[in-house]
């Protein structure tokens, strides 16, 4: 007998948490059985070196809801992310960090948003309980800087509560250190989002995994993450622009050497100013080429893949609209009398032609 899928999908990467397991297993529990949804627990232990994964064999075993996978390695908080989003069956798929800081009581009432139409349900930590200058400010900064890059306004990007759609979340993949930049990559694609705030606890057991060190990687993916949103299928855009202006740098240079040989007497062609000229001009040369490579590995990445250039919200199939105006049709009554009737029923389905099935 096939089990039903569950309705909701909760993704937990772990990585060296062994002392908050227990504790924020108990509460998740606590807070989804009595919602009344069906629902599983997928925990991805990132390579941990703790005893985190033997604790989480337990918890599987004692309840068949949970699955637990694997990394060999430390593959980092974006590749556990993608696995759970890869191994979940639930409609919905909601994520939690492992340090027991997020409230799994938040999770139904972001469904129930969700619920409204909404791809994307973010929560935002009303009152964070962090250290100022070495949590909450470096995430102040980062959250503007995404906010006006992306053009994306979430009020924090870095809470992992979150609930989206799975299909939503399939369509796409994760890379390097992406996971913080999913909300501006589905907002992209036309995902309808909303945000509503969440309780914050304070860190009671192991050690925090985030800090300052991780700013300058967060600008770098920034950049990865505007260019693939914004020109993924358009790359002469970029290398065109910066080809055009190359050129207007090396004309402008080159009327400088003009005018000065017109009007000062003396002056060479032979100077910085044209050889600038001729430098800028073969830059901008060898870009516009580099753009029109981007342009052929552009077309053969998606047409070797089959992948669309767009996203669908929902498509109609032709057989569910064919029904549908059959249902809103009036039926026809019949007027004609029921004694005589067969021999006339007899005699036009012998000269009716044969149906031609249209569905086909």
């Given at each position: 007998?096939?089990?039903?899928k569950?309705?909701?999908?909760v993704?937990?990467?772990?990585?060296?948490?062994?002392?908050?397991?227990?504790?924020?297993?108990?509460?998740?529990?606590g807070?989804?059985?009595?919602w009344g949804r069906?629902?599983?627990?997928?925990?991805?232990?990132?390579?941990?070196?703790?005893?985190?994964?033997?604790?989480?064999?337990?918890?599987?075993?004692?309840?068949?809801?949970?699955?637990?996978?694997?990394f060999?390695?430390?593959?980092?908080?974006?590749?556990?992310?993608?696995a759970?989003?890869?191994?979940?069956?639930?409609?919905?798929?909601?994520?939690?960090?492992?340090?027991?800081?997020n409230?799994p009581?938040?999770i139904?009432?972001?469904?129930?948003?969700?619920?409204?139409?909404?791809?994307?349900?973010?929560?935002?930590r009303?009152?964070?309980?962090?250290?100022?200058?070495?949590?909450?400010?470096?995430?102040?900064i980062?959250?503007f800087?995404?906010?006006k890059?992306?053009?994306?306004?979430?009020?924090?990007?870095?809470c992992?509560?979150?609930?989206?759609?799975?299909?939503?979340?399939?369509s796409?993949?994760?890379?390097?250190?992406?996971?913080?930049?999913?909300p501006a990559?589905?907002?992209?694609?036309?995902?309808?989002?909303t945000?509503?705030?969440?309780k914050?606890?304070?860190r009671?057991?192991?050690?925090?995994?985030?800090?300052l060190?991780?700013?300058?990687?967060v600008?770098l993916d920034?950049?990865?993450?505007?260019?693939?949103?914004s020109?993924?299928?358009k790359p002469?855009?970029?290398?065109?622009?910066?080809?055009?202006?190359?050129?207007?740098?090396?004309v402008?240079?080159f009327?400088?050497?003009?005018?000065?040989?017109?009007f000062?007497?003396?002056a060479?062609?032979?100077?910085?100013?044209?050889l600038?000229?001729l430098?800028m001009?073969?830059?901008?040369?060898?870009?516009f080429l580099?753009g029109?490579?981007?342009?052929i590995?552009i077309?053969?990445?998606?047409?070797?893949?089959?992948?669309p250039?767009?996203?669908?919200?929902?498509?109609?199939?032709?057989?569910?609209?064919?029904?549908?105006?059959?249902?809103?049709?009036?039926?026809q009554?019949s007027?004609?009398?029921?004694s005589?009737?067969?021999?006339?029923?007899?005699?036009d389905?012998?000269?009716e032609?044969?149906?031609?099935?249209?569905?086909?």
């Open positions: 007998m096939v089990e039903a569950p309705y909701l999908s993704v937990l990467p772990v990585y060296n948490e062994e002392e908050s397991l227990d504790a924020l297993h108990t509460s998740i529990v807070a989804l059985d009595p069906s629902f599983e627990i997928i925990y991805v232990d990132d390579g941990s070196k703790d005893r985190s994964l033997e604790m989480l064999e337990k918890l599987a075993d004692a309840d068949k809801r949970i699955r637990v996978f694997t060999r390695r430390n593959f980092g908080q974006t590749a556990a992310m993608a759970g989003i890869d191994a979940a069956d639930g409609k919905l798929i909601a994520f939690l960090d492992a340090d027991g800081q409230d009581s938040d139904p009432k972001l469904v129930a948003k969700a619920e409204e139409g909404y791809d994307l349900v973010s929560g935002y009303e009152r964070r309980q962090d250290p100022f200058l070495t949590r909450i400010l470096p995430s102040r980062a959250n800087i995404i906010r890059v992306t053009g994306v306004h979430l009020r924090d990007y870095g992992s509560l979150k609930v989206y759609r799975a299909d939503l979340l399939k796409f993949h994760l890379y390097g250190e992406m996971h913080r930049f999913i990559h589905c907002s992209w694609i036309g995902a309808r989002m945000e509503l705030p969440v914050h606890h304070p009671l057991a192991g050690v925090s995994k985030y800090g060190a991780r700013t300058f990687k600008v920034l950049a990865t993450v505007k260019f693939l949103g020109y993924s299928t002469i855009y970029v290398f065109g622009s910066a080809a055009v202006f190359c050129a207007l740098v090396s402008l240079l009327a400088f050497v003009c005018l000065r040989m017109i000062i007497e003396g060479e062609w032979i100077s910085p100013m044209i600038g000229s430098f001009g073969g830059i901008a040369i060898q870009t580099m029109l490579l981007a342009e590995i077309r053969v990445y998606h047409e070797s893949q089959k992948l250039i767009y996203h669908l919200r929902q498509a109609a199939v032709a057989e569910e609209v064919a029904a549908k105006t059959e249902s809103l049709e009036p039926k009554e007027s004609e009398e029921d005589g009737t067969s021999d006339s029923e007899t005699s389905s012998e000269n032609l044969p149906k031609t099935n249209l569905s086909k």
